[in-house]
């Protein structure tokens, strides 16, 4: 195994049985665009694996931490701990982004640094070590990545609406009112364009697979205008 990998796995603190495990899951698809030597596979089906064991370790954590907490507080916090900006904070404190094997042009585009990037090689990594260490392993990883980040956030994060709704309401401004614009994609699989408009602030808008996610989507977008100065 080379030096880097062998950094990492000292940080990981666990030693790959499967080494081809952990060169796989820092392999970024456009990798195999130059067919560069000694690349197999991305980490596309690791990231896929990493993402179902993340939020199942997550929701167990939470779960026993805050034993008096509803549902909803509960998915809340749970949505913050495995969004995209956490899995990237948590793939830049392992060094992942320079350790990425990928084409000099998604390089030279910033792909070392880009959060989608991160997050997605931090799911593979979980992955990774799911598949070759099991579950225990990957739980062991995760717990000692995110809680330290659960623990900091005393209150559950609000959802996108109900932050809307209380900063327009702070303002005496009326409540935010949504529409639905359209559908997009095919019957079975729909994609909803959701506007919201508040006084005195453009529109936004969000897409996402039902109208309920849409409309976070474009609370979301809302929040963004209104709190950007």
């Given at each position: 195994m080379e030096a880097p990998l062998v950094e990492l796995c000292c940080l990981l603190g666990h030693d790959f049985a499967q080494p081809g495990l952990l060169t796989q899951?820092?392999?970024?698809?456009?990798?195999?665009?130059?067919?560069?030597?000694?690349?197999?596979?991305?980490?596309?089906?690791?990231?896929?694996?990493?993402?179902?064991?993340?939020?199942?370790?997550?929701?167990?954590m939470l779960f026993q931490y805050f034993p008096q907490e509803a549902e909803g507080a509960l998915a809340r916090r749970h949505a913050a701990l495995v969004r995209r900006e956490t899995l990237?904070?948590?793939?830049?404190?392992?060094?992942?982004?320079?350790?990425?094997?990928?084409?000099?042009?998604?390089?030279?585009?910033?792909?070392?640094?880009?959060?989608?990037?991160?997050?997605?090689?931090?799911?593979?990594?979980?992955?990774?070590?799911?598949?070759?260490?099991?579950?225990?392993i990957a739980a062991r990883f995760v717990r000692d990545r995110w809680q330290p980040r659960m623990e900091e956030v005393l209150a559950p994060p609000k959802d996108a609406k109900t932050a809307l709704q209380e900063w327009a309401q702070g303002l005496g401004k009326k409540l935010p009112v949504y529409t639905?614009?359209?559908?997009?994609?095919?019957?079975?699989?729909?994609?909803?364009l959701i506007g919201v408009e508040v006084e005195g602030v453009a529109p936004a808008t969000?897409?996402?697979p039902s109208k309920r996610v849409a409309e976070q989507a474009a609370a979301t977008a809302m929040l963004e205008k209104v709190r950007t100065p």
């Open positions: 899951a820092l392999t970024h698809p456009s990798a195999l665009q130059n067919r560069r030597p000694k690349v197999s596979a991305p980490y596309e089906r690791l990231e896929f694996l990493g993402d179902r064991v993340l939020g199942l370790v997550v929701a167990d990237a904070d948590v793939a830049e404190s392992l060094g992942l982004g320079n350790r990425l094997v990928m084409a000099r042009g998604e390089e030279e585009a910033g792909g070392r640094s880009n959060p989608g990037t991160l997050a997605d090689a931090c799911e593979a990594l979980i992955g990774a070590l799911y598949a070759d260490g099991g579950f225990e639905t614009l359209g559908t997009e994609g095919p019957a079975h699989e729909p994609a909803f969000g897409r996402g």
